[in-house]
Structure formats: structure tokens, C-alpha cells
């Protein structure tokens, strides 16, 4: 059902005044054309992916040669090269900043509170550089860390990145065994970690496992203070320091930057593991740089001085993505701990006290936020809040309506879809779009997202794989460990030929716009029918009885039958009234076909470390099938629940 009114609409400055609609207006000056809106725009950067790379550079002041040429062999994904005589150095373009304003604010839940400024960011870079050079670290090399999402954690980033060295992180939730699946396979020269953290409300110690993974890795670490002991965690491994320790022979200098190759390998992100070790997907420092700086220039509207937040860890994706918030001279409001402690106005507090420009979260959140009965629209000082974003799965229907009911009426929503695989969004948020209810605005610039079928054939209001079809600079430069390049085409390019198959079942809408149905893999396929997981989401965990849920497909009966696990809300049980009202509510809101042969109780729900449901891993439980990395899992013990249930015996 199409709304008839959109949720917002950009005013008339935005559109005359933003940073897209002016970069808007000095492409079309420059290439003599005059674009009618955003959709024309878009076209234009996909068409003339040179032009509008380099155009992006030059806008965005990128710092570096840019060379003669902005792509080579553009018509191959897997050949094709964007500024290819290019030399830029990423922690260069983000330390653009000087003097004493705000570059970094944290928050540990309401135990810690300190900020930085762009001067004491600078200093620290400083001395991390000289200290990583002395050890012996140089291009190429890696460095991996096991952090919170700590300003120490942004410094040590760009110290790694401004000498040529190789970042990779994750966070300290993670246990023994998924830290050494990581970082096992990229084999660094230094390790990172912290003392301890802080979690909804307790101390979290983390020095048997630094410990633990610092004797696998064999290589000297660097512990952080924050939580714990840091004198007492650096003293148990056998070539251990304190920053304080580390950095103490050297005093803060100018940074010197290394300017290398546009796609010399910038960090090393991990997809998720849930099927087997984690591939490791390289990105280039010029590749993610371009694709940041589009999305929050242009995209999300940012200036200097602007406040940037992202509810993250340092284990996904989307911290990369808050750092380069510095590139645009944003000050970065970081966070770390539960988003619940010690209420759930902690992030909001944050938002209200310090003016938050962009305020990122997760779908997850959102929900979690309305059905915790919460109205911070009435509770707290907004006012600052231009634009809300919202990724990890898709947001429902109704909690696009959430947003603006129960937090901000005028506020721009953005529900983006991207990840791992290319360190940022395809799909996102256009301020010169209105937003409409369960949509996504639209594809990003310079991507030529598409939605094709079974056969390869674009379709238009009609669900299928979501593609991209021309290369893009944020493609990774390969996966660690796959000297033939097997891995990586098999990731992406074996469903279509020359075609990037992102792994979305997506369907554009009328507007122009997308709306994510879940992962393709997760599909389910009762009947021949493909039904996305989300749909059925989208009306189930919108009932008050439901705290969240889970579906997979089982094989039964030479078929697919669709399996429904629902956690309910506390001192409820799944009787037969509310399994009525279950299949009652999913037949009504989405269809007959999306109605499941079983529906169970169950007192978990699996997730990765970021949040995301685990479909696949269930689906294995289910079918008698082993789990191949439950490292990968924050509550991998919620896997028990789904072996052997009698009522999927019949």
C-alpha cells in the first residue's frame, strides 16, 4: 500500500542550500547540464563515474596528487582502477583539524565522560607514530585491536594509518577464540588491547583473555587504560606496555605523512563468521576516504563542527565509517557500553547535552526504544537534530512512524543498507527526497544499484537481488589470504557475470525508492514463492506480546515450510490464542503465503556481536547441521534452544 503523504519533505533551503543540492548545482554548471532533481543527478554520476569521482575530490579538498587519470578499465569490476596515479594518506585527510575545539567526545555509559581537541588528537597521533615507527612498523604492516570505542582507539587508527600501516579491530566482547579467527589470519605485528570495560553497569575484566590471545599471536601489546588495571594487564603478557609506557621517550611534533597509492590497503574488516571463519576483506585508504566523504558531505549534510554520532563497537563496520567523520572536520561523539544503562535515555541524554547533528543507531534500537514506551520527543532537547539514521536490518513500516511520533517530527530519517563488504552504504538517505514510510530514499552517488531476477533482468516493483553494475572505489582490493582472487569473485561475482551480487533481496518502489527484505540467502522459498524474513518481522514484532523473532525456512516434506521463533515479553507463554493473533496479524499485513507452518517459543534469539539475527546458523541448528564458528555469536549458547524441538518433528 503506497502512503498517500510522505513522513518529511526537505524544505526549501535544503534544497536551495545544502551541501548536495550546491555540489548539485556545480556539477551541472561544470559539465553544462542542469539537473532536475535528485534521480537525474544520480544517473549523471553513474554514467560519468570519472567526472563525478573527481569532482567529488576536488569538492571535498581531498589532500594529495590526484594524478592525471580518475579510471581505468571501467567497463571490468574486477579490473577496473579509480585514480590510478593518484597519492593521498587517509589519517592526512582526517586531521584536518587544529586548535582547541572538539574533536573527540566519550561517553562509557555514566562511568566515564572526557573529550579531546583537535590539538590533543593531533599529539597523540604524534607520538603513537613515532612509537610504532621505532618498533619497527612500517607500510604495510598490521595492526590489530581489541577495543572499546575509545578516542585512544581513533588515535591509534591514524597513527597506524599515517605511516602505511594496515588497521584492523574488533571489540572486547568477543571471546578467545573469535579474536585469534581475526586476527589469527592477518598476522600482526602489534596488538591492541584494553584493561577492561564497562557494561551495563559492570565491570567487564579482560586480562586472562588479552593474555590468552597476546600468547597466540606472539607479537608485543599495547594495553590501553580505561576500565581495570592496565600496569597490571601489560605486566602479565611477555612483551607488554601502557600507552603511557609506549609513548613516553617521545614528545608531540608535527605528524609526517606517508602519501601512498589510492589503493594501498587502508584496514582489514571481517564479515561475520557465521558459516566459518571470518573472511578478511581489505579495503584501500583512497577507496574508503572518496566513498566517506561523499556519504557524509553530501549525503548526510555535514560541516564542520557538526556533532556525528553512531551507536557502534569497534567490530562493525560502521566505526570505520564514524572515524572518517573527521575528513569533513565533524567533531565524533563516540560511545561505549549498553544503549540501555542506566535507562534508556542515555543516548538521548547524550544527544540532548551535547547537539548532535547526525544521531546513527540501529533498527534494533529503535524498536527497543518504542516498545520501552519512551517519548524522548517530549522528554529531551532535540532541537539540533537535522538528520536520524538507522542500519544493522531493515527498520519496519512502523518504526519509520516511531521516529517521527515518538522522537522527532521535522527530523530527516535515513535507513541505510550497505556493509562489510564495501565499508558503506548502497542505499541511504538523499536530503533532496522526501522520506516515505518503510522506504529508503534512495541508491548513493556515483553506485548503479539495480534490482535484478532470477534471470538477470532488471525488475521495478518487484522484489529480487539487489546488484550494482558498474564499479565503485570502495570495492575491496581483495581478501587476505586469497592470492588467486577465488574467494573474493565467489563472494560476489558468481551469480552474475561482471555484476556485483550484494546478497540483498530488495525491491525498488514507486517513489524511487528501496525497501531491504533481508538477506537473499535467508529468503525463504515456501512453495516456489521467495518471501523476504523482513516482511514477516514487520508485522510480528510490531504486537506488544512479541519482543522479538526469528524465521527460517525448514526443510519438510520435499518443500521449504516457514518457521517462526518468537522470544515474547516477560510472563507471557505461547498459547493458543496468541499463535492465532500471531498468524492472524502476518496473513493481514503481509500475506497468506507468509503465514508459518510452525510457530515456537523460545527464550533466546542468537545474534552476532553487532546485533544482527543469525537465520543461517539457526536454520543449521534446526536441520541436525554443526555451526561452524559460534565465536562469531555474542550468545552463542542460545543455539541449545533450537536443537531437536519436538515440535518440528511433525
Known amino acids: 500500500m503506497i502512503e498517500e ?52 575530490w576536488e569538492d571535498c579538498r581531498v589532500i594529495g596528487d590526484r594524478g592525471e587519470r580518475a579510471l581505468v578499465d571501467g567497463d571490468s569490476m574486477l579490473d577496473a582502477r579509480f585514480f590510478p596515479d593518484a597519492t593521498l594518506n587517509f589519517a592526512e ?75 584492523s579491530s574488533c571489540s572486547p566482547d568477543f571471546g578467545e577464540q573469535g579474536v585469534l579467527d581475526r586476527f589469527g589470519q592477518i598476522e600482526p605485528k602489534l596488538f591492541i588491547a584494553c584493561d577492561g570495560y564497562w557494561y551495563n553497569g559492570k565491570l567487564q575484566d579482560v586480562g586472562a583473555k588479552v593474555k590468552a590471545v597476546a600468547g597466540s599471536l606472539g607479537v608485543p601489546v599495547l594495553v590501553v587504560p580505561y576500565a581495570g588495571d592496565a600496569l597490571a594487564v601489560a605486566a602479565a603478557v611477555s612483551d607488554g606496555r601502557t600507552v603511557a609506557d609506549l609513548i613516553a621517550p617521545y614528545e608531540a611534533k608535527g605528524v609526517t605523512f606517508l602519501r601512498l597509492p589510492f589503493s594501498h590497503p587502508l584496514s582489514i574488516l571481517f564479515s561475520s563468521g557465521t558459516t566459518g571463519v571470518p573472511k578478511c576483506i581489505v579495503h584501500s585508504a583512497g577507496g574508503t576516504l572518496l566513498q566517506h566523504l561523499k556519504e557524509h558531505r553530501y549525503h548526510c549534510g555535514l560541516t564542520e563542527g557538526d556533532r556525528l554520532f553512531y551507536f ?74 537535522r538528520l536520524l539514521t538507522s542500519t544493522g536490518s531493515p527498520l519496519s513500516p512502523e518504526g519509520f512512524s516511531f521516529v517521527y511520533e515518538g522522537i522527532k517530527p521535522d527530523v530527516q530519517l535515513a535507513s541505510i543498507s550497505g556493509g562489510t563488504d564495501i565499508v558503506s552504504c548502497f542505499v541511504l538517505g538523499v536530503p533532496l527526497k522526501p522520506v516515505w514510510r518503510g522506504e529508503i530514499q534512495g541508491p548513493g552517488l556515483g ?107 525448514q526443510d519438510w516434506d520435499d518443500d521449504v515450510r516457514v518457521v517462526l521463533f518468537v522470544r515474547l515479553a516477560p510472563g507471557l507463554v505461547l498459547d493458543e490464542a496468541l499463535e492465532k493473533a500471531i498468524r492472524t496479524r502476518i496473513r493481514t499485513g503481509a500475506s497468506p503465503r507468509h503465514v508459518p507452518a510452525k510457530i515456537v517459543a523460545v527464550a533466546d534469539i542468537p545474534r552476532t556481536k553487532s546485533g544482527k539475527i543469525v537465520e543461517l546458523a539457526v536454520r543449521e541448528v534446526v536441520h541436525g547441521r554443526p555451526v561452524k564458528n559460534r565465536e562469531a555469536l555474542a550468545n552463542p549458547e542460545a543455539l541449545a534452544l533450537y536443537a531437536d524441538l519436538p515440535q518440528l518433528k511433525d
Not at 586531521?95 to 581537541?117: H, P, T
Request: glycine share 10%.
Open 312 to 385: 557502534t563497537t569497534c567490530g562493525w563496520m560502521m566505526w570505520n565509517w564514524l572515524a572518517s567523520g573527521l575528513a569533513v572536520g565533524a567533531t565524533l561523539c563516540l560511545y561505549d557500553g549498553s544503549p540501555f544503562h542506566p535507562d534508556g535515555n542515555i543516548l538521548f541524554d547524550y544527544a540532548s547535552e551535547e547537539g548532535f547533528a547526525v544521531f546513527g543507531t540501529s533498527a534494533k534500537y529503535i524498536d527497543a526504544v518504542r516498545k520501552g514506551g519512551l517519548t524522548p520527543r517530549t522528554s529531551h532537547d532535540l532541537s539540533k537534530l
Open 93 to 167: 585527510n582526517l586531521l584536518r583539524g587544529r586548535g582547541d575545539g572538539d574533536a573527540l567526545i566519550f561517553r562509557g555509559e555514566d562511568k566515564v565522560s572526557y573529550r579531546w581537541s583537535w590539538s590533543h588528537l593531533h599529539a597523540m597521533v604524534s607520538r603513537l607514530q613515532q612509537a610504532f615507527s621505532a618498533m619497527g612498523i612500517g607500510q604495510g604492516d598490521r595492526i590489530a585491536a581489541m577495543m572499546p570505542n575509545l578516542p585512544e582507539t581513533i588515535a591509534c587508527m591514524l597513527a597506524a594509518a599515517s605511516i602505511g600501516a594496515i588497521w
Open 5 to 56: 503523504k510522505p513522513l518529511w519533505e526537505p524544505s526549501r533551503e535544503v534544497l536551495a542550500r545544502s551541501p548536495m543540492a550546491l555540489f548539485m548545482n556545480a556539477c551541472g554548471k561544470e559539465v553544462g547540464r542542469s539537473f532536475d532533481g535528485y534521480d537525474a543527478f544520480h544517473a549523471w554520476s553513474v554514467e560519468d563515474r570519472a567526472a563525478f569521482w573527481s569532482a567529488v
Open 447 to 553: 553506485l548503479a544499484i539495480d534490482v535484478w531476477n532470477e534471470e538477470g533482468r532488471p525488475v521495478r516493483q518487484e522484489k529480487g537481488e539487489l546488484v550494482c553494475t558498474k564499479a565503485f572505489p570502495s570495492m575491496p582490493v581483495m581478501f587476505w589470504n586469497d592470492p588467486d582472487g577465488a574467494k573474493y569473485r565467489a563472494a560476489y561475482f558468481d551469480r552474475f557475470d561482471n555484476i556485483w551480487c550484494h546478497g540483498d533481496f530488495a525491491e525498488w518502489t514507486s517513489h524511487g525508492g528501496i525497501v531491504i527484505h533481508g538477506r537473499s540467502d535467508a529468503t525463504l522459498n515456501p512453495g516456489g514463492v521467495r518471501i523476504g524474513t523482513a516482511e514477516i518481522y514487520n508485522q510480528v514484532e510490531q504486537m506488544e506480546e512479541v519482543a522479538e523473532a526469528l524465521c527460517i525456512g
